[in-house]
């Protein structure tokens, strides 16, 4: 009876190991990063941002999948990998006893860290902190730059509204900024700005049979933002191997310089010469974007961005055109609405 006992325990025992509910293998990854113990089928991302796949019934396969993400994966479910202070050298799931046995058969989701979380590159410590910079033109798409229809109901002058996109043409911007990694997948956003569009001849309005003809100054802007950026998961593209989609909020201010009408006109008797049209200041901006980014090198991604921005308006200069004088209230305008197209680049500490 006792042999009979102590054959049936040692076959369940065996069972247990077979079904992965106990017992571990050593991993061996064919990278500079070591993945300690492990039992059961999962997926990771190792830190030279290759998919690491343990099947039920073999060892660890590397696939390559673009370069360095900061993101790692299981069976689907984010484990806590990169963006974290200290540098890997094994993973570790957070509840070692249950990740041997059950647990790690069921894939859950596991840990990367070395006393703490952590991640590296290298050999070498990836920061939380990242530098930002971006490059593109702006198109406007709405807003009046002349508000003819506020103009001061006086016989003979009359003025029509001029969209932003009829006085100015395509912009440029620059960005410069940072950013910080709250988790593998959001991240806080900061950037300074400069942006400027050229104008174009326009006619403000008629006075007594008269074309007002000329241009307003550039609109030139600079100023700060705010945002939060979502990451999504990395997919599979062709030529760069994987690219990572993102959206963004954004607010901020921005500084407008003044703007003056020039009348080309010499023989113009109304508004000749020099006309202030709208105050330098601050204004509030908010904008939502989209984009993609892309792996380059370990520390460095490359990425594209969209989306729509809104600038409010800036405050009317009534020294000249102040009530009762012709073509009065066209400067009422200001605000505007564009979609920025934008190269921008990613360096991580």
């Given at each position: 009876m006792r042999k009979l006992l102590l054959g049936v325990a040692a076959i369940g025992l065996s069972g247990c190991s077979?079904?992965?509910?106990?017992?571990?293998?050593?991993?061996?990854?064919?990278?500079?990063?070591?993945?300690?113990?492990?039992?059961?089928?999962?997926?990771?991302?190792?830190?030279?941002g290759q998919i690491i796949t343990r099947p039920n019934t073999g060892t660890w396969q590397a696939q390559p999948l673009g370069r360095t993400y900061d993101q790692?994966?299981?069976?689907?479910?984010?484990?806590?990998?990169?963006n974290t202070p200290n540098r890997v050298n094994s993973w570790r799931n957070p509840a070692p006893a249950n990740f041997g046995g059950s647990a790690g058969h069921q894939g859950l989701q596991q840990t990367a860290n070395?006393?703490?979380?952590?991640?590296?590159?290298?050999?070498?410590?990836?920061?939380?902190?990242?530098?930002?910079?971006g490059i593109g033109p702006e198109f406007f798409i709405g807003g009046d730059a002349i508000s003819g229809n506020d103009i001061n109901n006086i016989p003979g002058v009359t003025s029509d509204d001029v969209s932003f996109n009829d006085v100015y043409g395509t912009?440029?911007?620059?960005d410069l900024g940072a950013s910080y990694a709250l988790n593998p997948n959001r991240k806080v956003t900061a950037n300074l700005f400069y942006a400027t569009a050229d104008s174009d001849d326009v006619t403000l309005g008629n006075v007594n049979g008269e074309a007002v003809t000329g241009r307003l100054d550039d609109y030139e802007r600079y100023g700060a933002e705010v945002g939060l950026r979502q990451y999504a998961r990395p997919i599979a593209a062709p030529l760069v191997n994987s690219v990572?989609?993102?959206?963004?909020?954004?607010?901020?201010?921005?500084?407008?310089?003044?703007?003056?009408?020039?009348?080309?006109?010499?023989?113009a008797t109304a508004l000749a010469g020099t006309t202030p049209f709208y105050d330098g200041g601050w204004v509030p901006t908010g904008a939502g974007l989209v984009g993609i980014e892309t792996p380059v090198f370990n520390r460095f991604t490359v990425g594209v961005e969209s989306g729509i921005r809104y600038t409010a308006t800036p405050e009317s200069d009534t020294s000249v055109l102040g009530a009762g004088v012709p073509l009065a209230g066209t400067n009422n305008g200001g605000a505007n609405w564009s979609i920025p197209l934008q190269i921008r680049g990613r360096y991580r500490f």
């Open positions: 077979w079904l992965g509910l106990g017992g571990q293998q050593t991993a061996q990854v064919p990278t500079s990063v070591q993945y300690g113990t492990y039992s059961g089928q999962g997926q990771i991302v190792n830190s030279q790692a994966f299981n069976q689907g479910t984010q484990a806590t990998y990169a070395k006393a703490s979380n952590g991640c590296c590159v290298g050999g070498k410590t990836l920061s939380r902190w990242n530098v930002e910079a912009g440029i911007r620059y990572r989609p993102y959206v963004e909020g954004k607010v901020g201010v921005a500084r407008i310089r003044d703007i003056d009408f020039v009348n080309s006109n010499p023989n």
